[in-house]
């Protein structure tokens, strides 16, 4: 079984779009990754109470939209005109809660390689929202185009999409390294390990060595979110990360004009 790999070179993924540049997760961030010369943006998805697939980091709307109350239990009727973009600064007053398939469609467009963050699922056993999810896939992400990465927190999850499609190339999301964590990663034939920079990290610049040993020697890449220091993410690269997750690429990019 050979597992579809994604574009190489990632080594700078923006982090919900471009995070600190723009508002997270919107058409917006998306767009002004590209022009930051990005190849690969990282954003979050769910499906709201009406099943539809919508880009979106939260469980409950306030933070980041004129809304209120839990997206899983609000129908797409009332979300698709939410303002997501004013609460980070006026001028994108326009960008709304982005549909799945919008986004795809644009980064096809942008030629933007996408890690797509599934977030928990209310009930992971029921199959029918990841066959919704892979049948957007399908529609919106060309076969000639390389495969998203597609990562969660939640195993069952990441479990239950292999056995709709053991091709995927699915990424391992984790807070900190156990020392399951590279069997889980064997075991399943994941991709990627996506790790907190903060719980992976002894003295808070080196990747701890077993993790290292384990992960980047047996071959998986790593990748580790958030970070917005060049000179962290020169460390890590340095101790074979494989790539970061970042808010301000503007930072990272002027330190890595080769990325
Ligand atoms: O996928 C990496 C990172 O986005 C995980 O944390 O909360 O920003 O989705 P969070
Ligand atoms: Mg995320």
């Known amino acids: ?3 579809l790999s994604p574009a190489p070179s990632f080594q700078i993924i923006g982090h919900r779009g471009v995070a600190g540049l723009a508002p997270e997760n919107t058409l917006a961030g998306f767009k002004l990754a590209k022009q930051r010369g990005l190849n690969w943006v990282e954003f979050d998805t769910q499906p709201c109470l009406t099943g539809e697939w919508v880009v979106f980091h939260d469980e409950t709307l306030e933070r980041t939209t004129n809304g209120f109350g839990s997206l899983a239990k609000t129908p797409y009727a009332n979300l698709q005109h939410l303002d997501a973009g004013s609460w980070f600064n006026f ?12 986004v795809l469609d644009t980064l096809i467009r942008l030629n933007l390689q996408p890690n797509i963050e599934i977030k ?4 992971p056993q029921h199959a029918q929202p990841l066959i919704n999810f892979l049948q ?14 597609i990562s969660s927190f939640d195993l069952p999850t990441l479990l239950a999409l292999k056995k709709l499609d053991p091709r995927l190339c699915l990424g391992y999301l984790v807070e900190g390294y156990q020392p399951d964590t ?6 399943n034939e994941f991709f990627s390990l996506h790790c907190d920079a903060t719980h992976i990290c002894s003295s808070g610049t080196k990747v701890s060595s077993d993790a290292l040993l384990d992960i980047v ?5 790593l990748l580790l979110y958030t970070v917005n220091d060049p000179l962290l993410a020169q460390m890590f690269f340095e101790q074979g990360v494989t790539a970061v997750f970042s808010d301000l690429t ?10």
């Open 1 to 3: 079984l050979t597992i």
């Open 91 to 102: 001028q994108y007053h326009q960008e709304r809660i982005p549909l799945l398939s919008e």
């Open 120 to 123: 928990g699922l209310s009930n």
């Open 136 to 149: 957007i896939l399908n529609h919106h992400w060309p076969k000639s185009s390389p495969p998203p990465l």
């Open 182 to 187: 590279l069997e889980i990663m064997r075991s």
């Open 217 to 221: 020697r047996a071959g998986f890449p």
């Open 250 to 259: 503007n930072l990272i990019a002027e330190s890595f004009p080769h990325y």
